[in-house]
């Protein structure tokens, strides 16, 4: 067993579980350690960066602290995918030992190159996820993430076994067998998307089942989409568990990088592992623990696919003060999105999810939204939300939709510092597709 | 003593109130009486026909947001001041009227819908009404 004050080469699982209750100033010295050495080996490794740092005059051998990072230019997915295949790897192909590759859904996929050191970090982070969830080597974990380059699978797969659970390895698909698993295997996690444990929860039901009888399941682990916090109390609700969040990209490792525990207040990052800024996504300024912005991740020992402040184009926030489970790792709160869906009004930055969050404490109104942006005669941003009452909602009282409408709007003023007009109207006005609801219009001129 | 009354929550947009009328019309639904109350951007559209719940149904289907109410009917004597001295009653009995809509009926008399602002005043209000011997119509009474 190693040094248990040790936390700089997590590669057990019980050294793991010691690093994430360092004391945080502790933490802050072996990320400081971790960036200064991540900057030479991408600096000296990398052709990208050399280029990079040169044209911004940022020296990487002589970074002072970690606020001094804020000198070092982002990396995007844009500049990974120029590089691809192999651009961006710090090492010789001949130590790389598994490569992944993001969706691509976007665009040109985005490789993750592995060494085994790369391979035994991520294992660990991810078993962190199923330890915070109460998992170890009693427990019977099924992962219906999709293997493959999808880093889901895999990376579950690893993270089980390094947990010391049993894995059962059934990729995703094939409902009713999963659920056959489930009952008859003694399943205690389940790992997928949360769309799929919904569907498997719905299928479950469908054939009769009732999950708090026939299941054994204590907890599920589900990442790579986000959801609600209604969606998880449903999900709950049908299986009978605990739903906890997990967090990660390809372009940084995958599943892991931030793990939520059964307090279900945020995500614990592995902040042994990745530096995290949030950063105004607008002017690339760094904001403070709290404020809501993009997160930019410096991995601290990747040796295969490093990155310096790359930029996730997710939206979060760190979530200040400390997390009644004891581990010191700061926290991120859930995804709010992407900055793909920002929009600046008025010099504001605005998330969707922001103006969501503000309906939801609104009954008479769904969940149905749109959002107009245009101009006025004097060329300023004028924002209408459009938005649906709910059935039981009484409009028949004179000035009650006026109300309403004001009300909303002056929660809107207070929680985003824009004014906002809004507008209830007809139900299905707002059209409906079964993929992703047009949650944005905006005819402001020179806006894409 | 109140008879039902469908509120629509309309659009103020070309070809909407004629959407709705359509829609009541394949139920088979036969209005009585149509009022709107327009915004530049909405209208709420009150009606009296003869099957409410029917004609909530069909609109419910349809997609349309709207809603069973309750009012009061009241017949108007068919002459000069008849409906200032119902009015009068209720201002002397210290009741506003949120809203109200006229309509005629076979008979002859005109019948005045009218909610009150208050709703715990409804009592009050039909008792004043009846007092002052106007006569209240009930579900029924006025097909």
């Known amino acids: 067993m190693a040094d248990e004050h040790d936390g700089t080469a997590a590669t057990g ?193 469908e054939m009769g089942l009732d999950p708090s009888r026939d299941f054994h399941l204590k907890a599920g682990i589900h990442g790579a989409e986000p959801f609600s916090d209604n969606f998880r109390a449903e999900l709950e609700r049908k299986l009978d568990y605990k739903v906890l969040d997990i967090y990660g990209l390809t372009e940084t490792m995958g599943p892991g990088v931030a793990c939520e525990c059964l307090e279900q207040d945020g995500l614990h990052l592995a902040e042994d592992h990745f530096f995290a800024e949030i950063i105004d996504p607008a002017t690339g300024k760094r904001l403070p623990d709290g404020e809501w912005g993009e997160l930019v991740l410096t991995t601290l020992d990747r040796e295969a696919s490093p990155v310096v402040r790359y930029r996730t184009r997710d939206i979060t926030r760190i979530l200040p003060g400390e997390c009644p489970c004891g581990c010191t790792h700061k926290r991120i709160d859930r995804l709010h999105g992407r900055t793909d869906d920002m929009l600046i009004i008025r010099g504001v930055n605005v998330f969707p999810s922001q103006i969501e969050d503000v309906m939801k404490t609104f009954d008479q109104v769904s969940s149905w939204y749109q959002i107009e942006v245009g101009t006025d005669e004097r060329s300023l941003d004028v924002v209408t939300l459009k938005a649906e009452a709910n059935p039981d909602f009484d409009f028949d009282q004179t000035g009650a939709i006026e109300a309403l409408q004001r009300q909303i709007s002056a929660r809107l003023k207070t929680d985003l510092s824009v004014g906002i007009k809004v507008r209830i109207v007809e139900p299905k006005s707002i059209s409906r597709s079964t993929g992703k609801a047009k949650r944005v219009i905006d005819t402001r001129k020179g806006i894409k | 003593m109140m008879i039902k009354q469908i509120s629509v929550f309309l659009e103020n947009d070309k070809g909407r109130l ?97 909610k009150v602002t208050d709703s715990a005043q409804a009592a009050e209000a039909v008792f004043a009404i009846e007092r002052a011997g106007f006569q209240i119509l009930e579900e029924g009474e006025l097909d």
């Not at chain 1, 900057?39 to 005059?57: M, Q, T, W």
């Open chain 2, 18 to 114: 004629a959407a709705l009328c359509r829609c009541l019309a394949d139920a088979g639904v036969n209005m009585s009486a149509l009022s709107i109350a327009d915004t530049p951007e909405y209208g709420l559209v009150r009606i009296v026909c003869n099957e409410a719940d029917k004609a909530k149904a069909a609109l419910d289907a349809a997609g349309y947001r709207a809603r069973v109410t309750k009012v009061t009917a009241v017949a108007v004597p068919n002459r000069p001041g008849g409906l200032a001295e119902l009015l009068e009653t209720l201002d002397d009995a210290d009741i506003s009227v949120e809203y109200g809509y006229c309509f005629s009926h076979q008979d002859g008399n005109a019948i005045f819908a009218l």
């Open chain 1, 13 to 205: 699982n019980a050294e793991a579980a010691d690093v994430t209750y360092l004391p945080h100033e502790k933490l802050e010295e072996m990320q400081l350690e971790g960036v200064r050495r991540t900057l030479v080996n991408c600096y000296e490794h990398i052709p990208f960066y050399k280029r990079s740092f040169d044209e911004a005059g940022f020296d990487p051998y002589h970074l002072a602290s970690l606020d001094d990072l804020t000198n070092a230019p982002f990396v995007t997915k844009q500049d990974l995918r120029d590089a691809a295949p192999y651009g961006m790897l710090a090492v010789p192909l001949s130590d790389v030992r598994e490569i992944h590759m993001s969706s691509g859904t976007t665009g040109v996929a985005t490789l993750g190159a592995y060494t085994q050191h790369d391979l035994d970090f991520w294992a660990d982070c991810f078993a962190r996820g199923i330890r915070y969830a109460g998992g170890g080597a009693n427990d019977v974990v099924q992962v219906a993430y999709g293997y493959g380059l999808f880093t889901g699978g895999l990376g579950a797969h690893y993270g089980a076994l390094a947990s010391g659970a049993t894995v059962i390895p059934t990729s995703a698909g094939n409902t009713e067998r999963q659920i056959r698993i489930l009952r008859e295997m003694g399943t205690t996690i389940l790992c997928c998307t949360p769309s799929y444990a919904m569907h498997i929860a719905d299928t479950a039901l």
